[in-house]
């Protein structure tokens, strides 16, 4: 054998061992950290998360109901929106919403950016208008200077606004689970009853949809496949945006990631306790009635896919200036 063509033989066993050992047979994939593309965009999209003058009471922003000191969620069966009004459905986490499908229970927006003005239109939420939104911003100079030095240009829009806040959310994924760490061939990274959750996911069919990086986002299934699933909510699923019947009660497969913290679960946030969902998953979806010792072991390994939380200095929002419309608190 000439030395090239052994050269090229030895290469392309690295190759393939290199591809086997990333091509795990898990059903999960890690998470891989967020890299960062543009700073200054970033930074912003974080100071307008915070910013609860993108809402009409002065006093909402995205973090009252994703909050990111508690899994990116309110931990509410609904939320609370304008005017302590009462929300129709469980707020999602934001923490790595970036690998979803589509974003919201029926997935409407196609992408975060698609979602980000949402909220801050909408009279349940924040109630304001994008018109306003954009008014309030463009009335603060040292806003204005920061969407400049971010987009090159200084006539704040929607857009813009919708661009940043997306930016940010793509950075709130949460790695180095004990999970991924033992995916990643740290075997002592879980205990045996964690483990023998982990199969016991696996073997009984939780897999099916609750699979790849985030252990869920990535389809649209029905919630109740061998059992209705009985809700006093009038959430209709997938239907809302297809038209189609057929599609009546699928939803988003919510990611397992950092389940442990974005009780309580179910798009009517009608299960308090993982033990609970777990059940619940067991009996309506896959015909299984777990024992409680199984039950157990199952939470026991979603509390393992608890990631590293995003972490970083609060920010410091800029003050209002004599030409800011002032906040609407009370009233409609
Ligand atoms: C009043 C509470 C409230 C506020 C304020 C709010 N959200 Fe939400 N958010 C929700 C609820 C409830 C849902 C689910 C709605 C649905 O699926 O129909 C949701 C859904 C989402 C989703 C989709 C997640 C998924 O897995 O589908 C993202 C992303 C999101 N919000 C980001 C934001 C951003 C960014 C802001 C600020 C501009 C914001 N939210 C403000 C309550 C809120
Ligand atoms: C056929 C698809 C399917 C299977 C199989 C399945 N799930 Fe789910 N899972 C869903 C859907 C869809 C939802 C969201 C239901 C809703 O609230 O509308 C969900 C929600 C959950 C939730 C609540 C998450 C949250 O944030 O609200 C947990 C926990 C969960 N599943 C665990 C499991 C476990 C454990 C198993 C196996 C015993 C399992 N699932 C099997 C589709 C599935």
Redesign the pocket.
């Given at each position: 054998m000439n030395k090239l063509v052994s050269l090229a033989l030895g290469a392309a066993i690295l190759l393939t061992t290199s591809i086997s050992a990333q091509a795990s047979s898990e059903p999960i994939e890690p998470i891989v950290a967020a890299k960062i593309q543009n700073p200054a965009i970033v930074e912003l999209g974080k100071k307008l998360?915070f910013d609860p003058r993108?809402?009409k009471s002065g006093f909402?922003?995205?973090n009252?109901?994703?909050n990111l000191s508690m899994g990116g969620t309110?931990n509410l069966k609904?939320?609370?929106?304008h005017n302590w009004q009462q929300?129709p459905?469980?707020?999602?986490?934001?923490l790595n919403?970036s690998m979803?499908i589509a974003?919201?229970?029926?997935g409407r927006a196609k992408d975060?950016k698609a979602?980000?003005g949402g909220?801050?239109a909408n009279p349940g939420?924040?109630a304001s208008n994008h018109q306003l939104a954009v008014e309030v911003l463009q009335s603060i100079p040292a806003y204005v200077i920061e969407f400049k030095a971010a987009f090159g240009s200084d006539k704040i829009d929607i857009d813009k606004v919708t661009t940043a806040?997306a930016a940010f959310?793509a950075t709130l994924v949460t790695p180095d689970s004990r999970f991924d760490k033992w995916l990643k061939g740290d075997k002592k990274a879980l205990n045996n009853d964690e483990l023998a959750g982990y199969k016991l996911f696996k073997d009984s069919g939780c897999t099916a949809c609750h699979n790849g990086a985030a252990v869920g986002?990535n389809s649209f299934q029905k919630f109740g496949v061998v059992e209705a699933y009985k809700t006093a909510s009038t959430a209709a699923g997938r239907v809302a945006v297809t038209g189609k019947d057929a599609d009546r009660f699928y939803f988003?497969v919510?990611t397992l990631r950092n389940v442990e913290l974005t009780y309580p679960y179910f798009h009517d946030g009608a299960a308090a306790t993982l033990g609970e969902a777990v059940d619940i998953m067991g009996r309506i979806q896959l015909g299984k009635s777990f024992s409680a010792e199984e039950n157990g072991k199952i939470v026991a390994f979603l509390k393992t896919l608890t990631g590293k939380q995003p972490s970083f200095q609060m920010p410091i929002l800029p003050p209002s200036t004599d030409k800011t419309p002032r906040p609407q608190p009370f009233g409609k």
């Open positions: 998360y993108l809402s909402i922003s995205c009252s109901c994703h309110d609904t939320s609370i929106g929300g459905i469980n707020s999602p986490t934001v919403s979803n974003q919201f229970w029926d975060l979602q980000a909220p801050i939420e924040m806040i959310e986002g988003k919510p």
